[in-house]
């Protein structure tokens, strides 16, 4: 289960951040979960709540925000939403696309008192 080692890896972002601006108390974690990032939503939601446990950032509200697959294509130049990873550009069928968005898996933003 790689979603314990992501929360493991936010948790440490997140206590290193607080610890750096002597927060008491973490409040909210928005994280950017790209759609082609393979992580399970309510796996990652049940090992970040577990590890935080008598930290500062426990019974915090771990906020997803996922950003869909997109790709740029190189032929015709639209960028477009990538469906059912068909890695086909849908104005010219062209494969010669570029990936945009949709890799994200990152702390967007946290906030703390």
Do not use: W
């Not at 309510?42 to 950003?67: I, M, P, W, Y």
Request: glycine letters at 6%; proline letters at 2%; a negative charge.
């Amino acid at each position: 289960m790689h979603e314990m080692a992501i929360a493991e890896g936010i948790l440490d972002i997140v206590l290193d951040y607080a610890a750096r601006n002597q927060a008491t108390k973490v409040t909210k974690i928005q994280l950017l979960l790209g759609e082609m990032s393979g992580v399970e939503t309510d796996a990652l939601q049940f090992c970040f709540e577990a590890l935080s446990k008598k930290t500062l950032a426990e019974g915090t509200n771990l906020t997803l925000h996922r950003v869909p697959l997109m790709g740029h294509c190189k032929d015709c130049d639209a960028t477009t939403q990538i469906e059912r990873y068909r890695f086909l550009c849908p104005h010219c069928d062209s494969a010669n696309l570029e990936i945009v968005s949709g890799r994200e898996l990152q702390v967007e933003f946290l906030e703390v008192e």
